[in-house]
């Protein structure tokens, strides 16, 4: 059994950067496609990047080269780097892994999911 365990979330200024990591534990990596969602209150859960077995990322159009998807594998982490974050980047932050191979960004696909970290931007 996958289990995610997400950290790194918080509340930061506009235009200040923040680095999310989640930590899987019950298989390797190199089994799954991982991803990062957000939620923001009210709204509906959306994909923000994702990486593949073989480290082929999919990013959705608002992180405009803001935020980065990565891994490291002998560290079984999953890591975003969030930088000149902005107000509309406040929300709950999911890490996400579902049996695969390329990079997906549809949050139905995911099997496993964490319990989220939160990150605010006060506006």
């Known amino acids: 059994q996958v289990q995610l365990v997400e950290s790194g979330g918080g509340s930061v200024q506009a235009g200040g950067s923040l680095r999310l990591s989640c930590t899987i534990s019950?298989?390797?990596?190199?089994?799954?496609?991982m991803a990062w969602f957000r939620q923001a209150p009210g709204k509906n859960r959306e994909g923000v990047a994702s990486i593949g077995a073989i480290g082929n990322t999919m990013y959705a159009d608002f992180t405009k080269g803001r935020l980065t998807i990565s891994q490291d594998s002998a560290k079984r982490t999953l890591y975003l780097q969030m930088n000149n974050l902005k107000p509309e980047d406040t929300a709950m932050y999911y890490c996400?892994?579902?049996?695969?191979?390329?990079?997906?960004?549809?949050?139905?696909?995911?099997?496993?999911w964490g319990l989220g970290t939160q990150v605010t931007v006060p506006s």
């Open positions: 996400a892994a579902m049996r695969g191979y390329g990079p997906a960004l549809r949050a139905s696909l995911f099997q496993y």
């Open positions: 019950g298989d390797t990596l190199g089994s799954y496609t």
